[in-house]
Each structure stands twice: as structure tokens, then as C-alpha cells.
């Protein structure tokens, strides 16, 4: 028995989701729900419990990298590319959120999905999702997270368009996996050049090389090669994350099943860019250039998915735009160095934004179907456990003190701010999405549950949920409420548990050294008040137009129609992808294509073929006219021919009809 | 301009008009008189080469058997007039260019290669009768044989063809 | 003496004729004897040669194009004479079982 069994063979976390996957996927057809469930929750569940035994043995060893090559997938020339997993701090904070919240979700989804069909179907695609998330996050090199990013993306896709007959789910589904496509195709791009310059796609072997004996400096540059690769893989993380320009399929993403929605769109895949740009810090720290673009990119995606989110009426939709919100956080994080507040942020994120989802979950559930915020309100007394997870996770996303999201929050505005270059525009922006995200989903909460019951009551019955979905509810809103305390301490000048928990990854390079650390806390806990002050005023806001004076709102809305519209309408962004994009090349590819090149060009290239050979021989039928001395007329032609080409053909000198002696 | 130039342009011109009077006679047995006038013409020129036995077995064979043949074949066949139709008019012109150009094109790829053999003939007295018995015996005498069977057969055939139908 | 050249000339001459005499006239005995000039426009050249040469080969060989034009005469005459009576014509275009 090896000391550490797990990590030894730690492909098992992985593969017993598939194993899940695909056991329900030939075989679930048949059997009743309950096995499936078992199936499924069994898989997964051994899986996180598999995941504890890796972290708790990765602790064990004192916290060591610790690096497995399982088998040699790729070897080509120098190249290698292996299934190699690999386990350090980063990885403990992504296997225990995607295992845990994965496992949570799948509970929620067995009460949620208990009445549709092709139950078997949905979890063996949200095992599949499992699977490759698992890859994604244990892969040791970028060949296999290529393979495990792909593979989410696949899973998405069928998982959005799993009510398959309905056209907008199916269109949704194929709308994410072509902008995913267009991401991951920056992504190739950027391994490719990351291969020309290391010659290996291996973490381990990229990452040492820049302590050891240091890269070139032209490759930092802004033209340089470092610069392109990690703007590269930024695009495929933009895709994958729904930043700027390719969020767009995030909330058409709204078309699948809620458990979908939390577990893909809000914990854990769109947190895969994330990721990537965290586990490759060293590669952006050395490209500053890059790290600015995904800066400005992140806080702009912050700001701009905040505004559409005011005035969404669809309650999943104001949850999706909130993610795209809180992803650009994140990326703002990363972009001016705290990788681990934005990877503190993903943790936290996870917890509330999946409550969130599921919370909502249940009350269309409760309200059979609906989603229009505008047809509900005065829900808080009839679901109870509902109301007070979601305010709960309200709290957090929108920063008050204690809960979760307030420290994630408060950590990224501090590092933003202490930053060098355009760091105060970067915070002024932050700031100001953050009062929006307050306001909106304080709007959702206030719309959702209090005021006035804009449904007929005896139309539409609410019912509170059974125990499997409220259970991983409850779950979720104690971690909301604690996950944030690991930087509690930082506040009264302890120490910050996460970022020194990640610090073997990111090496430090948190800008909270930089200065001192007294002036640091000074500016930090003043921020931290404006921060809050904020979320008060946002929450204030919300409170008065849409429980006091109601009907302000509207009025607010007519008076500025404009604006209103252009909110309403996502910006037009659709709009103007499909007339730029989408139309010229439909037409590129119907006119030019289609109707020139393969029926002009190729189908007439051989029907032309055919036809002249027809006219040909349509011609020379004419030869064979039973008339015997037409033939005779060929005959003499023939002769002629002949004869001719005898007489002028290039002697060469001698007579051809030479006349023997 | 020597007395077998003379000769020779005449005997050839007596044979190019049998064979344009041959083309332009509209009554069979004319153009058989004039391919017989041919022959003669041809004969002629046999003498003119010195190929006696040649000229004489043309004359024999050619103008007394075959063209008498001819001629009964007309006469037994009541061959009248020929119609004319609106075709054979119409690819004449074509047709004599075609004709032309096949003429054409065979004599000048004959006398261009000729060039290198003497263009004056050698007196002919070595063309006797029994030169040519000689080779014809002693060469040729496998083709000779074959000749000789395949008049057989001819003749078989003939007589085959011409049978009235046992009706 | 007379180059043989014109001699050689004067046979593509006739043979010429006698080609154009096969292809456009219309009755059968005519063709036929188009046929005949056509031979004898060869053996001339063959005898012209033969003098040309010195050798004796070519007036044999006359000798024999002679023997096969006589028998494929005495055939051919033959045929004509039945197709005369088959088709009760001369006219060769008659003869035209072979058009499609």
C-alpha cells in the first residue's frame, strides 16, 4: 500500500463520475429514478469523498507539489504530452468547489428534475460535465485541459439544449458551443505559441523556467511573445468565461434546466477561464501588457453586464448577467496581480451564486414555471426556507460585512486600487459596479418576495420545495455566510488564512506587501467602508423605487425611455452580432459556396463533363451512317492524315520513305 | 523535248482524260469505253517503260477480259442513266479538294523521296519475258500458287453468286 | 528518258480520280470500275519503279495486282449481278439496308 493511496491513483476522482456517466447513460433508460439517483449521487459523492482523502493527504506530505504522469497520450519527436495529474493549493481550492457544489447540485437536481423526462439523460450529462470539469482542474499540463475545456464545453452544450425540442434551448446550445468555439480557438493559438517558445506544453517545465535562468526580455514586450500567447489564451478564457465580446451566450444559457445553470454557468465551468489565468500567473506577470488588457477587459464586462442586469424581468436572466458581472471581477483581480482574491472570489462566488440559482430554481418550482419577476412578489411568507437561503445569498454577492462576498469583494477593490497603472479607474468602476449589483439584486429580492402578489393566487399554487432541493439550499447558505472568515482575520491584522494558504502558487506576489503594512490596513478599512457604504446606498435605492413607490418605477422608466430600451435590449449586442457576423456568413456561404462553387463550380465542372462528352458523341454518331461511301470519304480522310503527317513530319535529313539499294 | 517526252505526255493525257470522261459520262457503258481507253493509255506507257510482257498481259487481261466483263455485266444488267440526286452534287467541290489534296500529298511525299534515286531510267532490255518467267517461277512461286487458287476460288464464287434461286 | 517522277505523278493523278470516281458516282458498276483505275493507277507506279530500280520485282508483282483484280472482278460482278436483282436497282443510295 503507497503512503499516499489516493494521490497514487488519484485518476479515480475523475473517472468515477464518468463511470456514473456512462453506466446511466446505456443503461439508465430503464430504471426507475431512485437507482439513477443512486448512480449518480453515488458516483459523485465517492468522488468528493475521494477528493477529501487527495487534500487531506496532499496536507499530510506537508503541502508538496505533487505531480503523477499516468500514461504518455502525445509523443511526437521532443514532444510529450501525458495524462499527468497534478495536486497543489490551487487545485485543493477547485477539486473541493467543483466536487462539493457538484455534489450539492445533484442532490438539488434529483428533487428539482423529478417529474421530467429523459431523467436518466440529464445525469449522465451532468456526470459527464463532472468528468472533464475534474480533468480541466487536475491536468498538469495544457494539452490536457485543452482536452478537459473542450469537453465542458461539450457538456454545456448538451445540457442547454436538453429540452431538445424546443427550439430556442436547442438554438442557445448551439449558440454556446460555436462562441465557445471562437474563444477556444484563441486558445489553440496561444498553446501553439506557447509550445514554439517552451517546446513543452508541461506546467511544471514552463513554469520553473522563469526563476531559473530568467526569459528573454524581448518575449515581455508588447509585441513580444509572451504578450500574444496569454492574450491568446485570455480570448479562449473570455469565451469560456463570457467576457467581453463572447459573453453573449451566457444568458441565452438561461434555456437549460436551473441545476444546469448553477452548477455550469455559475459555479464552475465559466470559472474554468478563470482558472487558466490564474494557474498561468507566471506567464501574464511576465507580460504586462497582457495583464492590463485583461484588467480593463474584466472591469468593463463588470460594469457593462451590471447595467443590462437592472432591468431584466426574467429572474435567471438578472442572475446570469450578475454572473457575467462577478466573472469580470475576478478577471479585474487577476489583472492587477491578486490572484488569489480572484481566486477567492471564484470560491466564494460558487457558494452564493449557486444558491442563487438553485434558490430561484425553487421558486419557479414553486410557482410552476414561472420566471417573470413581474408576475410575482409577496412570496417570503408562503416559502420560507426559499426566502431566507436566497436573502442570505443576496447578502453576500452584494458585500455586506460578514458574509462571504464581502471580503472576496473588498480584497480585489483594495488590490485594484493599489495598483500602478489606471489602478483608480480600474477601483472607480469596481466601485460603481458594485453599487449596481447591490441595487439589482436587492430589486430581485424586493420584486421576488415582498410587495405586492402580482399572480392570481388560484391560478398558480405555491408550494415550498421538498427537503432534496432545500437541503443543498441550506448547505449552500452556511458557506455563503462563513466561506469568506478565511480573510477574516487579515482585518484586525492577522493573517489572511487564504491568500498564505495559496501563497506557495502565486509566490507572493499579492500587492499588499508592497507597502506598509500599517498605511496598507489604513487604506484597506477605509475602503472597506466606502465598499459598504455603496451597497447601503444601492440597497436604499432599491428599497424605495420598488417597495415604497412602486409605481416610481415605471415612471422612471418612461422618463428615460432611451436609455431604458437600450438596457432592455441587452445593448442591441444580438443584434448587431447577427448583422455583422452571423448574416454575411450565411450569405458567404450560401451564395459563394454553395450556389457558385459546389453547384456552378464542381457540379457543373462534371455535369459539363458528362454533357460535353454526350454533344461528342452526338457528333461523331453522325460517322457511322450505313452509307458505305461516306466511309469511303473517311477512308480517303484517314489516308490524307496520314500521308500528311509523313510528308511533314521533320525529316532529319534523311528520306523517310527511304528506297532500299 | 525529246521523242519519249512526247510520248509520255501524250499516252498520259489520252489516260487522264479516260479517267475524267469516266467521272463525267453519265451512261455506264461510256465510262467502261473510257476506262478501256484507260488501259490502253496505260499500256502505252508499259512499252514506254520497257515492261513488253506488262503491257501486253494489260492489254490481254485487263482490256479483253475483265473490261469485256464489264461491259456484259452492263448489258445484262439493262443499266440505264444515272439519276441524279441533290447530295452528290452538292459535296462535289469539297469532294475534288479532298481528291486533290489526297493526290497531292502522295505524289509529293513519292518524289520527295525519290529524289535520291536517279531520276533518268535505265535502257530496258532487261526487262525480257523470260526474266520475268524466271522470277515468277522460281521467287515467286509460292504467291504464284496462292494466285492461282484464289481464281479458283473466284470462279467457285462466281458461279455460286450467279445461281438463279431454286424458287 | 522520262524522269520517273512523272510518272509517279501522273499514277497519284489517277489514282486521285479514281477515288473521286468511287465516292460520288452512283451506280454500282461505275464504282466498280473506279475501283479498277485505281489499281492501274498503282501498277503504274509499280512498273515505274520497277524500270526506276533495275529490278524486275515490280513488273511481278503487276503480274499478280493484275490476277487479283480479275478475280475480285469476276466476285464483285457476281454480287452485283444479285443485288440487281435483290433491289431491282443500280443506284447505290438504294442500297442502304446498312443505314440506321
Known sequence: MPTYPILEYLWIVPFLPLLGSAVNGLFGAKWPNKIVNGVALGSTGLSFLAALEAVREFFDSGQVLFRKEFFTWIASGNFRAGFDLQMDQLTVVMVLVVTGVGWLIHIYATGYMAHEGGYYRFFSYLNLFMFFMLILVLAANYVLLFVGWEGVGLASYLLIGFYFLKKSASDAGKKAFIVNRIGDFGFMLGMFLLFRAFHTLDFQAIFTGSTLQGWPVEWSGHLGTLTFACLLLFMGACGKSAQLPLYVWLPDAMEGPTPVSALIHAATMVTAGVYVVARSHILFTHAPTAMLVVAMVGCATAFFAATIGLVQTDIKKVLAYSTVSQLGYMFLACGVGAFSAGIFHLMTHAFFKALLFLAAGSVIHAMSGEQDMHRMGGLSKKIRWTYGTMLIATLAIAGIPIFAGFFSKDAILFAAFENGNGGRLLYAFGLLTALLTSFYMFRLIFLTFKGQQRFDEHKVHVHESPWSMLGPLVVLAVLSTIGGWFALPAFFNGPDYFSNFLRPVFGGRETVEAAGEAVAHQVEWTLAGVAFGTVLIGLAFAYWLYLKRPEKADGLAKSMKPAYSMLLNKYYVDELYAAVVVRPLLWISTVVLWKATDVAGIDGAINGIASGITAIGDGVRHTQSGNTRSYAVWVVVGAIVIIAVIFFWPASGKPVLGMVH | ?167 | MVPTNYYVILSAILFGLGVFAFVFKRNIITIFMSIELMLNAVNLAFVAFSQALGKLDGQVFVLFVIVVAAAEAAVGLGIIILIARNRQTLNVERVDLLKL
Do not use: C, W
Open chain 2, 1 to 167: 523535248m525529246t521523242a519519249p517526252l512526247v510520248v509520255f505526255f501524250v499516252l498520259a493525257g489520252l489516260a487522264v482524260i479516260g479517267a475524267v470522261s469516266l467521272i463525267l459520262q453519265k451512261h455506264p457503258i461510256h465510262s467502261a469505253l473510257s476506262l478501256i481507253v484507260v488501259m490502253i493509255a496505260l499500256a502505252g506507257l508499259y512499252l514506254l517503260l520497257g515492261a513488253e510482257f506488262v503491257a501486253a498481259v494489260q492489254i490481254i487481261i485487263y482490256g479483253g477480259a475483265i473490261m469485256v466483263l464489264f461491259v456484259l455485266v452492263i448489258m445484262l444488267l439493262n443499266a440505264g442513266v444515272e439519276e441524279h440526286t441533290s447530295i452528290s452534287k452538292m459535296a462535289g467541290a469539297p469532294g475534288l479538294l479532298l481528291v486533290v489534296a489526297l493526290a497531292g500529298l502522295v505524289a509529293a511525299t513519292i518524289v520527295r523521296s525519290t529524289d535520291s534515286v536517279l531520276s533518268t531510267s535505265q535502257a530496258g532490255d532487261m526487262s525480257s519475258t523470260l526474266e520475268i518467267s524466271n522470277m515468277l517461277f522460281k521467287d515467286f512461286v509460292y504467291p504464284f500458287e496462292l494466285t492461282s487458287f484464289l481464281i479458283l476460288v473466284a470462279v467457285l464464287g462466281a458461279m455460286v453468286l450467279a445461281q438463279r434461286e431454286k424458287s
